[in-house]
């Protein structure tokens, strides 16, 4: 009896054993192999909450076959790195209606141009084909009323991508990444880093809603592209532009406020918030890489003249040297040197953008409390900027005390003062810091942070190229250039921004623009020939004539056919005592006691029912202008004299405009202080600041229109001296 009653116990601890080996087994084999996962993704796992399971199921799929160890590198690769890139992107579902809708354009779309050349799409019977299709969907468009995306966020998940991408959205990409590595001539070629970089990741920015995998964007743009093994590369993106483009123009205004996470590319951008160059640009490179082209994203950190910065694409060195390019609108051009002709641009530093960290950027190098600015503290930026443009390394003395390990050049930024642009780690035991990228001819602020607070290490400077220095630059330094630190001066200024090259150079071209009238015999009589370059601001042109014309004409020379006027108003004497006047536009007031007008004059109004050639040069908005205009022309309903015509070339409207309030800031103990706490109000086209500091670094900002503003000084003769133009 005992010995039975031994079995019996035995065998139920066998049971409850095998039943808690059972129970466990789940946690077992959830535990178990996290030991042999790369230390990032074990990160990247207890970051994504609830999602872990959805990453271990994709990396499980390429687990069990050891035929699949590249694969799984990739997904290690792809996993690892999603926590470098937090932006918010919950599930997106369009209106199903919506989705049909757009596929039967694209569909339609496609059979006008299914296997025709970017060069063929844009030769006239197609052109008029796709008019044609863009006159239907815009009327089926207006018909049509479609529910707006269904944006998804589950739990306290927050949207985050970490926690929300699916493991069948990266087994789809990863698929398709290494059917490309067996069968695209430049995916093959890539080594297995290059490959991940360019072809594995899916995305580099964090800045939209991103629903396509590379398998469906391969699937949607391959008939659009053609073999992309066989076309020059810049056949496929010639294709890839014309395809956005084309249904950007068919489509037109997006109908929704959220993203769809992919159609909103092909709706005209402006309806489309916030979808700006980096969107493009993250299209662009997901889009191509998907279907075989490797390609890059850049960005430039801030401009050398206005706001803002710009994210274009670049190719895989290993295809050459070619110039990085605008997506959907521009292609890449042969550089026929080291680094690009960029005209006008004024690129401040070009960062490389990568899905994993890089090494030698701030986030790399700094100390482990120090705080970055916000525009470099990407962990995957890259400088590459001497890949572009031609860079020095510049060594400046370091002299204060600080825990950081970096330091900071800045330059100018009408939105904020000054922007930092470049980095460089301190040498504290030699007191200085080398700057290894930067670009002369630029204006440089030096900077540090305690804290999150802006400090300055030396005073301004320009850094000039100079072909006779062993270093190639030399230095413009900006200080107090008086004794006096108490001196003062009246300060008249009519400017914000200097006049740029290009308006300069269009205002250069309207010399031999002619002025002729028409009499009712239909005889043209030549009144004038413009033989002098006019100034960007209203001005008088006499006729000297005292004959009635119709039909009055303004045109433009046959060198330069461009009528670029931006302003113009026929002008004749009070004294004729016409019906058809109003007052004219008072011509500028550049200086204290200057007469705004000739009160004897008063503005002929054209006929309203003629229709009039160059019409925008009538609104009297100086931003607007006659596009590819010869001439204007006014027609009137009865012979009159004119005597006078008062235009204005277009310019960029950057001188002093009343009643625009105005701000003058100066450049002292290290930051921009303001001469004045209260904006002053323009009454004309100037504004005069009375016993303003000397000899100092200024900047006008003018706080109720445009963006355009650059630091200056001020010459000896009271003038106006802008940095870059009139200071080299």
């Given at each position: ?36 996962y ?13 999602n ?12 069990t076959?050891?035929?699949?160890a590249?694969k ?74 479609f529910?707006d995306?269904?944006i ?59 629903r ?5 964007l ?7 592209l053609g ?10 993106i ?36 916030g ?6 640009a ?19 950190t ?35 040197g ?65 825990t ?214 009538y ?6 202008a ?35 309030e ?50 200056f000084?001020?010459?000896?003769k009271?003038r106006q ?8």
């Open positions: 009896m005992k010995s039975k009653k031994r079995a019996q116990i035995s065998c139920l601890f066998l049971i409850v054993c095998t039943v808690m080996m059972l129970a466990a087994a789940p946690l077992m084999a959830q535990s178990g192999p996290e030991k042999n790369p230390t990032g993704v074990l990160k990247s796992l207890a970051m994504a909450g609830t872990r399971s959805e990453l271990e199921k994709a990396i499980a799929f390429y687990s076959n050891p035929d699949n590249l799984l590198k990739a997904v290690y690769y792809l996993i690892d790195n999603l926590k470098w890139h937090p932006g918010y992107h919950p599930e997106i579902r369009p209106d199903p209606n919506f989705t049909n809708f757009f596929r039967t354009t694209d569909s339609l779309y496609y059979c006008i141009v299914k296997g025709k050349t970017a060069g063929q799409i844009a030769e006239q019977p197609v052109k008029s084909e796709i008019k044609k299709l863009k006159k239907y969907i815009q009327d089926t468009l207006r018909k049509c009323l529910a995306p269904e998804i966020v589950t739990g306290n998940q927050g949207g985050e991508e970490i926690k929300t991408i699916k493991a069948a959205f990266l087994i789809s990409h990863i698929e398709n990444a290494f059917t490309l590595r067996a069968t695209s001539r430049y995916v093959k070629e890539l080594s297995f880093e290059d490959f991940c970089e360019y072809t594995i990741a899916y995305r580099l920015l964090d800045n939209l809603s991103f396509c995998s590379g398998k469906d391969n699937q949607f743009f391959t008939k659009y073999d992309v093994n066989t076309n020059d590369f810049t056949e496929t010639a294709r890839y532009n014309t395809t956005v483009l084309n249904l950007r123009d068919i489509l037109g205004k997006y109908p929704f406020e959220a993203r769809t996470g992919f159609e909103e590319l092909f709706f005209l951008p402006k309806n489309v918030g979808f700006d160059c980096f969107n493009e993250q299209y662009c490179y997901a889009t191509l890489n998907a279907c075989g082209l490797p390609l890059g994203i850049q960005h430039n801030a401009y050398q003249m206005v706001q803002g910065k710009h994210a274009l694409c670049n190719l895989h060195p290993d295809l050459g040297a070619w110039a990085r390019f605008n997506p959907a609108f521009t292609l890449p051009v042969k550089k026929n080291p680094f690009e002709k960029i005209e006008g641009a004024g690129l401040m530093n070009l960062l490389r953008i990568h899905y994993a960290p890089q090494q030698g950027n701030p986030a790399s190098l700094k100390n482990k409390d120090e705080y970055i600015p916000d525009n470099l503290s990407d962990p995957c930026i890259e400088d590459v900027t001497e890949r572009t443009l031609f860079t020095v390394k510049l060594p400046l003395d370091f002299t204060k005390k600080t950081n390990n970096l330091c900071y050049l800045a330059t100018f930024s009408s939105a904020t003062g000054i922007v930092p642009v470049t980095w460089a780690v301190i040498n504290k035991k030699e007191q200085r810091a080398v700057f290894q990228h930067v670009i002369p001819d630029r204006l440089y602020f030096p900077v540090y942070y305690v804290g999150e607070e802006i400090r300055h290490f030396g005073a301004p400077f320009l850094l000039r190229y100079d072909s006779t220095k062993n270093e190639k630059y030399s230095f413009r330094y900006f200080e107090n250039a008086s004794s006096d630190t108490n001196a003062t001066i009246d300060l008249i200024l009519t400017k914000k921004f200097p006049d740029k090259p290009r308006m300069v150079k269009l205002a250069e071209d309207l010399v031999g623009t002619t002025i002729v009238g028409y009499d009712e015999n239909k005889h043209i009589d030549t009144l004038y020939t413009l033989d002098y370059v006019p100034q960007p601001y209203l001005q008088d042109i006499k006729l000297n004539n005292k004959k009635s014309y119709k039909t009055y004409r303004v045109q433009a020379p046959a060198a330069h056919p461009h009528l670029n006027i931006s302003k113009i108003e026929f002008l004749t004497e009070s004294t004729f005592f016409y019906k058809n006047i109003n007052p004219p536009s008072p011509l500028p007031v550049l200086a204290p006691g200057v007469t705004d007008s000739i009160k004897s004059l008063v503005r002929v109004m054209e006929d309203p029912d003629q229709k009039k050639r160059g019409g925008t040069a609104d009297g908005n100086t931003d607007t006659p596009h590819d205009y010869s001439s204007i022309t006014i027609t009137l309903n009865e012979p009159q004299v004119i005597t006078t015509i008062r235009f204005e070339p277009r310019n960029a409207n950057n001188g002093i405009v009343p009643p625009n105005y701000l003058l800031l100066y450049w002292d103990n290290d930051k921009w202080n303001f001469f004045e706490e209260d904006p002053q109000i323009a009454e004309y086209n100037y504004v005069l600041f009375k016993n303003a500091p000397k000899n100092k670094l200024y900047w006008l900002k003018n706080i109720t229109a445009g963006i355009e503003e650059l630091p000084i001020v010459d000896e009271g001296q802008f940095i870059y133009f009139d200071i080299k």
